[in-house]
């Protein structure tokens, strides 16, 4: 708001309190606001009628003192506190324009400015509350009540007085009260308000459910896991509060500019009203009259607001498409990126573990074979690659041996007794340690196409080798790309070995990648890259990742539903597991930062435009109100709120 007074808050209260206290909505017509406008309108209309036609000089006086009370008495109690408070604000400024057009026999312009000048109040105090709803909506997505399940009977219950582990019965077509996991029952769940996909998600007993997702179409039991103050939606509306408020570096130095540029811009006036009436003998009211017009167009509130609103608007986008930006300074900086690093394993890949190759290595052994006995024995381990060749084996209906004497070796591999012989499962550097020989060849093709290889064998030779790999993700090729059709540079650090490194990297035409980092080595690299290129993004999980992620110039955490972690730690979090969402980030910010600029540079530019016109008389007090004013600070909400509909 250009008065730079709050409109009030009750984010002290728990989100879904919002609720509980329902504020009385009355229609757009018959706010407080519109109503002074129309009325003060019909005041001012009557006045110039009676001026213009009637010639009645002081019956037009009083409509047009009237339409001053009506629609400028709060600017000019506000314009005066704050003057006595020591500051000059954008309200002293237009009580002083009306007040000198009064005096020097202008009432109907200085009836106009103040009404011209509420009007544009009127308009920002209107854009603000609307952006404010978009961001109570997501709360009240939620149902007030939930349906508990108790001693075989359904009992409707007030979210608040609901605890964890109770059991909600969901019904086709109900909203989902709390975030839990179900327990019976299969539907498909719109979780649009969550992670921003438009497509119903399939959800079955054992997965997890959010507050304010619809139930299309089956019945579900749900065991609930967060009370209403906890869920996933009611931590996204406080995050999303709490970005709108964190100003970026742009609209912090707009309001220092603006708080030294309102008392010059009365100095100018000063002495553009005094000095050709001193120095040159000019007309003193014509003079004063056009610095009173110099103090209206000067008025920095489309300005003031140009940044906000653009901010304000690019995170609501971001919201209902579930990418949460928490700050403007980050909506900004996305802008400057000039490297994206990305965690390889759950970012770029799976995180899943798929076998691939199972190569006999002993002519006394088949394939088969060399299966079964490597399943046999991981089927006692609990390593994720263990877990792989278990679930392959059973996919093939391959039943194990009897397994006895296992053993785990950390960090090389496992043995195991199978009819009285001893077989190893595991690294080429458990084999060199035991001294046994195996063929490098086979091995190093395998590395060499990106695949962790294990070997199968005993004391005396080599079994086979079984070959595993970390699925890509099929969206992470047309994100790489797209990145590049913006000139950002890709990155890939990882964990993971050199030559499954270089693999990954050559699939998806990744520019650098390092390999075999730890969590400390993660966070060198990221600050190596800042060095050299000034804005990095770093994409992760926000879990493993989150030293890297906070030392990149924007944190960027994949599939933040449900986890709190992912959502505490990145800048940015993307609630949905897709990396199709970081060109989209991009571009909403590229967007975001242009509206910013075409919005500062039109307020710049028409009210340049305008004083230049004030000293050669071409315009009068009201229609630097209504141009240089209300009609810019109009122009430049709509030019904001646009944002919301053009990136998708």
């Known amino acids: 708001m250009s008065s730079h007074e709050d409109m009030g808050s009750r984010e002290d209260f728990c989100p879904v309190c919002i609720l509980d206290f329902p504020e009385e909505v009355f229609p757009f017509w018959k706010k407080k606001g519109l109503i002074v406008l129309i009325s003060s309108g019909i005041l001012l209309f009557i006045g110039l009628m009676i001026d213009f036609f009637l010639k009645e000089e002081f019956l037009a006086l009083l409509f047009f003192f009237s339409v001053a009370l009506i629609s400028g008495h709060e600017i000019v109690i506000k314009g005066i506190t704050s003057l006595f408070n020591g500051h000059v604000t954008i309200n002293f400024l237009m009580t002083l324009a009306s007040v000198g057009a009064f005096l020097i026999g202008h009432p109907e312009e200085g009836a106009a400015v103040l009404l011209l000048f509420y009007g544009a109040e009127f308009l920002e105090e209107y854009a603000a509350e609307k952006q404010k709803k978009s961001t109570e909506s997501l709360i009240k997505l939620a149902p007030e009540t939930a349906t508990v399940k108790k001693d075989g009977k359904e009992l409707s219950v007030h979210v608040h007085d609901v605890n964890s582990t109770d059991i909600i019965v969901v019904r086709p077509g109900e909203k989902i009260p709390l975030d ?78 603006s708080k030294y540029y309102t008392p010059i811009v009365i100095l100018f006036a000063f002495f553009v009203a005094t000095i050709p009436v001193l120095l040159f003998d000019k007309d003193f009211k014509d003079w004063f009259y056009k610095a009173l017009i110099l103090l209206v167009v000067s008025c920095p509130c489309a300005l003031a607001i140009s940044i906000p609103v653009s901010i304000v608007s690019g995170i609501t986008n971001g919201a209902k498409n579930g990418v949460l930006i928490k700050g403007g300074s980050y909506v ?82 496992i043995m195991g007794e199978i009819d009285r012989k001893f077989y190893y499962i595991g690294s080429k550097n458990l ?78 035409d990744i520019d650098e990648y390092y390999a075999e980092l730890s969590p400390k080595n993660k966070v060198e690299t990221v600050e190596k890259l800042i060095e050299q290129y000034g804005y990095v993004a770093m994409v992760g999980d926000g879990v493993n990742d989150a030293p890297a992620l906070a030392k990149s110039t924007v944190g960027i955490a994949m599939g933040a539903a449900g986890s709190d972690i992912a959502l505490e730690t990145a800048d940015v979090a993307l609630m949905k597991d897709d990396l199709l969402k970081i060109p989209y980030l991009i571009d909403l910010s590229k967007k975001t930062v242009r509206v910013m600029k075409q919005n500062v540079s039109l307020s710049i530019s028409i009210k340049s435009a305008l004083i230049f016109l004030v000293f050669p008389g071409l315009i009068t007090l009201w229609m630097a109100v209504g141009i240089g004013d209300m009609g810019l600070s109009l122009t430049v909400i709509l030019n904001a709120i646009r944002i919301q509909f053009t990136i998708r």
Do not use: W
Request: proline share 4%.
């Open 332 to 413: 900004e900086e996305l802008n400057k990126i000039r490297v994206f690093a990305f965690d390889k394993t759950g970012t770029l890949t799976e995180g899943k573990l798929e076998l691939t190759d199972v190569i006999p290595l002993n002519d006394s052994f088949s394939k088969e074979e060399t299966l079964k006995i490597a399943a046999s024995i991981e089927f006692f381990s609990e390593h994720p690659i263990g877990k792989a060749i278990v679930e392959y084996a059973e996919e093939k209906g391959i039943k194990p041996f009897f397994v006895s004497d296992f053993k785990a070796l950390p960090g090389r591999g």
């Open 180 to 257: 839990g996991v179900i327990i019976e029952g299969y539907s498909s769940i719109n979780q649009a308000p969550i992670t921003g996909e438009s497509i119903p998600v399939a959800k079955t007993v054992g997965d997890e459910v959010y507050a304010g997702t619809l139930n299309c179409e089956g019945f579900l039991e749900i065991s609930v896991s967060k009370k209403s103050d906890e869920t996933m939606l009611s931590k996204i509306s406080k995050l999303i509060n709490e970005a709108q408020m964190r100003k970026a570096p742009a609209e912090r130095f707009i309001e220092k500019f």
């Open 431 to 508: 084999f060199k340690e035991l001294f046994i020989d195996f063929p490098e060849k086979p091995v190093e093709t395998l590395e060499n196409q990106g695949k962790t290889v294990f070997l199968v064998g005993t004391e005396k030779g080599i079994l086979g080798a079984i070959a595993v790999v970390d699925k890509i993700k099929k969206e992470s090729i047309t994100v790489i790309k797209e990145l590049k059709k913006r000139e950002i540079k890709t990155v890939m650090i990882t964990g993971d070995g050199e030559k499954t490194a270089k693999a990954v990297a050559k699939k998806l």
